[in-house]
């Protein structure tokens, strides 16, 4: 019962992110200064950790190349994509059409590795497609920018999962591929926000109190409970758990900007939280 609370505590923790980002955005700070900020102040702690751990550093020059590749595509783009979606829609309407990844995930190892399609994942596809739809149907044409950025989350993240799973640095300790992708990532935006005089000095106490919160608490701790409760669980029940994170951000972010809670919003999250068990019962049977 313990671990099945720890999961679902990082899991909640995890769907604060977008209504942290929220908090900063008023503030004036572009996306790339959210990025950058983000991963600076997780690779720093992030390296604190894994010198009190004692685990090694040591990575090869193909590992270098594909973290710095997924590192940029993946986590770095995504959450520059997020970013910008929430200038125009909901924290709650963000986070859940980004969790339609899975589908992305399918269609491309379907494609491209030759993996079995069967019913249940063909019932996930088409439940987070049209939870996705009714998600859409509810936001005003001016706002539509926000969804393209959401949707293209969902690509640019898939690339990161599918990376984890099948490029060379999947053997390394995920703490320590994560610093160094958060630490690449940070210099990265650090360059484009100079470049494109975009990079904003942190100068703000309470943007510098939720950047902490993003980086430790959004990050750091909740990945630590997600790859614990996945070693004494199992994936396929921690993976379950991990969908109290979108539901966490629509629920909260109604509460906070008094975002309202439409029959379209529930039955679309609803369908995309559907979408995400089917696929994880349809990977539990094929293993």
Same mark, same amino acid.
């Given at each position: 019962?313990? %671990?099945? &609370?720890?999961?679902?505590?990082?899991?909640?923790?995890y769907?604060?992110?977008?209504?942290?980002?929220?908090?900063?955005?008023?503030?004036?700070?572009? /996306?790339?200064?959210?990025?950058?900020?983000?991963y600076?102040f997780?690779?720093?702690a $992030?390296?604190?950790?894994?010198?009190?751990?004692?685990?090694?550093?040591?990575?090869?020059?193909?590992?270098?190349?594909?973290?710095?590749i997924?590192?940029?595509?993946?986590?770095?783009?995504?959450?520059?994509? =997020?970013?910008?979606?929430?200038?125009?829609?909901?924290?709650?309407?963000?986070?859940?059409?980004?969790?339609?990844?899975?589908?992305?995930?399918?269609?491309?190892?379907?494609?491209?590795?030759?993996?079995?399609?069967?019913?249940?994942?063909?019932? #996930?596809?088409?439940?987070?497609?049209?939870?996705?739809?009714?998600?859409?149907?509810?936001?005003?044409?001016?706002?539509?920018?926000?969804?393209?950025?959401?949707? $293209?989350?969902?690509?640019?993240?898939?690339?990161y999962?599918?990376?984890?799973?099948?490029?060379?640095?999947?053997? &390394?300790?995920?703490?320590?591929?994560?610093?160094?992708?958060?630490?690449?990532v /940070?210099?990265?935006?650090?360059?484009?926000?100079?470049?494109?005089?975009?990079?904003?000095? &942190?100068? %703000?106490?309470?943007?510098?109190?939720?950047?902490?919160?993003?980086?430790?608490?959004?990050?750091?701790?909740?990945?630590g409970?997600?790859?614990?409760?996945?070693?004494?669980?199992?994936? #396929?029940?921690?993976?379950?758990?991990?969908?109290?994170?979108?539901?966490?951000?629509?629920?909260?972010?109604?509460?906070?900007?008094?975002?309202?809670l439409?029959? %379209?919003?529930?039955?679309? /999250?609803? &369908?995309?939280? =559907?979408?995400?068990?089917?696929?994880?019962?349809? %990977?539990?049977?094929?293993?």
């Open positions: 019962m313990l %671990n099945i &609370l720890l999961v679902i505590i990082g899991s909640i923790a769907g604060f992110l977008p209504i942290f980002v929220k908090n900063i955005i008023p503030y004036g700070y572009s /996306s790339i200064s959210i990025v950058f900020y983000r600076l997780t690779s720093i $992030l390296f604190i950790i894994i010198i009190i751990q004692k685990k090694s550093f040591k990575i090869n020059k193909k590992q270098f190349i594909e973290l710095f997924f590192s940029i595509a993946g986590l770095g783009l995504t959450f520059y994509l =997020l970013s910008q979606a929430l200038l125009y829609i909901s924290a709650g309407l963000t986070n859940m059409i980004h969790f339609g990844y899975p589908v992305v995930v399918l269609i491309l190892m379907t494609v491209i590795y030759k993996e079995k399609i069967n019913l249940l994942k063909i019932m #996930s596809a088409l439940s987070s497609i049209i939870g996705i739809f009714l998600l859409i149907k509810i936001v005003a044409v001016e706002s539509f920018k926000g969804i393209i950025y959401a949707l $293209l989350t969902t690509i640019t993240y898939s690339s999962i599918i990376a984890n799973k099948k490029s060379s640095f999947a053997s &390394l300790d995920t703490m320590v591929a994560l610093f160094y992708m958060s630490l690449m /940070s210099l990265v935006f650090f360059i484009a926000g100079i470049l494109t005089k975009d990079l904003q000095l &942190l100068n %703000n106490i309470f943007v510098f109190y939720n950047f902490t919160a993003i980086s430790l608490l959004c990050t750091i701790f909740s990945l409970l997600l790859l614990y409760g996945v070693k004494k669980l199992g994936s #396929s029940l921690a993976s379950i758990l991990n969908m109290f994170e979108p539901t966490t951000t629509v629920i909260v972010s109604a509460f906070i900007y008094d975002e309202k439409t029959v %379209n919003i529930i039955i679309g /999250s609803v &369908l995309i939280i =559907l979408s995400t068990v089917f696929m994880i019962f349809s %990977n539990n049977s094929n293993n």
